[in-house]
């Protein structure tokens, strides 16, 4: 934790992290102080290692259950094995995070929109604000989504455990775990049921097995609860790690933003802060847009295999769903979490995708507002700067997947183009 290097009173400045701070706090990693309460800050000290090891035994859990667990319906394989592709995704994202430092770019967003709001321009902060609401909109919008999916699925688990242990009970056999992460929490329930009835035969349905059979499931109720508090965790933990990525690209993007409303507005600019001098007032622009080039740069580097990883994992992992989905027989209640899947799967294509695009468009952008900016009463030298500004822009800057081309709205669109591609040929393949 970096409480002690960066105060409460420096932590104010959070309406652009906002939700994923809240995310952030709930989840136990929130790097910074948020409360003054000596005995808040203790609490939450110990709490940071609950969700982590939560989250660490769902990436380690998921897949075994999936793969191991011969309780697992084959039916359902290729929903499964959408499940490790998301863990694998989940895993990619958390190391890159961990490994590049990307809590410190929390601290950069703080310190800027501090500065932001002391400049009193209510047009770049309203733009500003804008770009908060989107934000939020995104990540609120893939809480809720992910949220019913897991809910859902657990609902699934604990349904199927139950009718599948009653068919147990009723033959004698052997009863089986909760499916739902079984590795969380040792089984402590009974393990076998010898079905006696009054008669004494072995089997037979009466009044003792109705009784064991509510003994069982009352055993297993603490299990599911504890089980859906985990999830929860879970659903936090995913959330904040898909959050990082498109919270600070939308942070660049409105940066830049901002950027274009003050070269439009260069004149005034130069009239109310720098003395009327319009040369000096550029200067200071051009070295925002040079800080901003730099800034995207260095992101782009921290996050680009979690790109990758969304470029190649997600295509894949959305038509394993779909097809699930399709081959269903019936309208089951697993098909229709696959459905449920599905939308969060798109969801978070397009919301990653449009959040890389808004940097491109606003880095191209600037050349509009260098054009806006009533350039023809300035003097040669200004307008000289301008055009060179206005040459630069014209290299747009870009969100890149790994080594390969840059993250668009078209490549979201390729994205779901290949997995169609991937949906005909598995169903082909297994015909």
């Known amino acids: 934790m970096n409480g002690d290097e960066f105060t409460y009173e420096r932590t104010k400045n959070t309406k652009f ?14 790097p910074y102080q948020w409360t003054d309460n000596i005995i808040l800050k203790k609490l939450y000290s110990f709490f940071y290692f609950i969700p982590t090891a939560a989250f660490a035994l769902f990436c380690i859990s998921l897949p075994l259950e999936i793969f191991i667990n011969s309780t697992v319906s084959t039916e359902n394989i290729y929903l499964n094995s959408g499940f490790a592709v998301d863990v694998t995704k989940i895993v990619i994202r958390v190391i890159i995070i961990t490994k590049n ?3 410190d770019i929390i601290k950069d967003i703080m310190s800027n929109e501090k500065i932001l709001y002391k400049t009193n321009d209510w047009d770049a902060i309203e733009c ?5 609401r989107s934000l939020k909109f995104k990540l609120i919008t893939l809480f809720i989504t992910t949220m019913k999916t897991c809910i859902t699925f657990i609902l699934i688990e604990v349904y199927n455990n139950i009718e599948t242990n009653k068919i147990h009970v009723a033959k004698n056999e052997t009863i089986e775990s909760p499916l739902l992460y079984p590795l969380y929490i040792p089984y402590y329930s009974m393990t076998e049921q010898n079905v006696i009835s009054e008669s004494g035969s072995i089997g037979s349905v009466g009044y003792k097995e109705k009784e064991n059979t509510r003994d069982i499931l009352i055993g297993d109720e603490v299990l599911y609860i504890l089980n859906t508090f985990v999830a929860l965790l879970v659903i936090l933990g995913v959330n904040v790690t898909f959050g990082f990525s498109i919270t600070f690209m939308t942070y660049a993007a409105a940066r830049l933003g901002v950027l274009c409303i003050r070269l439009r507005r260069l004149k005034d600019i130069a009239i109310t802060s720098y003395g009327d001098d ?6 200071i622009l051009i070295m925002e847009h040079q800080h ?19 470029f190649l994992f997600s295509s894949i992992n959305c038509a394993l769903v779909i097809v699930n989905a399709i081959k269903a027989d019936t309208l089951t209640i697993s098909s229709m979490y696959s459905l449920g899947y599905m939308t969060l799967l798109i969801e978070q294509i397009f919301f990653y995708a449009s959040s890389a695009n808004e940097i491109k468009l606003q880095s191209i952008a600037i050349i509009d507002a260098c054009y806006e900016s009533d350039w023809n009463t300035f ?14 822009a014209c ?34 393949s297994t015909i």
């Open 17 to 30: 992290v906002g939700f994923l701070k809240f995310l952030m706090i709930c989840s136990g990693t929130w």
């Open 101 to 103: 430092k990307l809590f």
């Open 128 to 132: 500003y604000l804008g770009y908060v």
């Open 278 to 283: 319009i040369n000096l007032a550029l200067k």
């Open 292 to 310: 901003l080039i730099g800034f995207i740069r260095i992101l782009n580097d921290k996050i680009s295999m979690i790109t990758f990883a969304e």
């Open 379 to 392: 003097d040669e030298e200004t307008k000289k700067m301008l055009l060179i500004v206005m040459m630069k």
């Open 395 to 428: 290299k747009p800057i870009e969100i890149s997947i790994g080594p390969f081309s840059s993250m668009t709205n078209e490549t979201a669109l390729m994205m779901m183009k290949a997995c169609y591609s991937y949906v005909a040929f598995i169903k082909d």
